[in-house]
Structures are given as C-alpha cells and as structure tokens.
C-alpha cells in the first residue's frame, strides 16, 4: 500500500472472478496497487483501500444471496452515479437524500455485493 495513513480500515472483499470485480472497482476510481495472482490491493489514492481475494472457501459466496457490502463515502457521488448509471439499482437511477441524512445511491458488483456511495446531505452544495 502506499502511504497508509496511520490509521485505516480495508476491507478484505471474497469475489468469484477477480478480473470482474477489479474492473468494477476500478471503474469507480479504485486503482491495483498489489497483486498477488489470487489476492489484489486497491485503492484511490484518497482513503478508498479494498483487498479482493478469490480465495474464499467453495460455497461462501451464493447467487443471490451475498451477504457482503460497502459503504463508500465521497463527495464525488453525482459524479460516480453518471459514470455508473446504468449499475445503479434505484428505479430513478440517480443519487437521493435519504431519510437518515445521506445523498447516496447502490449498486451490486460482479457478486451482488452491495455497494452504496454516498455523502452527508448536509455537506452537499
């Protein structure tokens, strides 16, 4: 990793095809920083950090009923929703203030891990 701040969090993500998701993630800006063959580091260079690995033992991811999910914070979520519009899962296909505070909008990666992005309502401009 480069330049960790001296304090963070990554999450260890389990995905089928490791190819699909780094090309999922780096669509949203993340960037393979290290790759092991069957273990990847991403990150943005901002604070993102996300480790992919399709190591995970038979049977831990099941279609349709993926336990996983990321919460992505940014203040680039207009940006983000245009750039993946059509992932999106809302039927109105664009970020939303939502009730507990967040401008955000979700999505599924290649395993249907739940992706949502978002940022403070409050500190939208």
């Known amino acids: 990793m480069t330049d960790a701040p001296p304090h963070s969090i990554a999450a260890i993500l389990p995905c089928t095809d490791l190819d699909a998701s780094t090309a999922f993630y780096e669509k949203l800006g993340l960037s393979v920083v290290s790759d092991h063959g069957s273990y990847r580091l991403l990150e943005d260079g901002k604070g993102w950090q996300l480790h992919l690995t399709n190591e995970s033992p038979e049977g831990w991811l099941v279609p349709g009923q993926n336990p996983f999910g990321l919460y992505l914070y940014t203040d680039r979520v207009a940006e983000l929703a245009e750039r993946m519009r059509d992932a999106i899962l809302e039927r109105e296909k664009a970020p939303t203030h939502k009730p ?20 403070p309502s409050r500190l939208v401009g």
């Open 100 to 119: 507990w505070g967040m401008y955000e909008f979700a999505l599924s990666d290649p395993d249907e891990t739940l992706v949502r992005i978002g940022w």
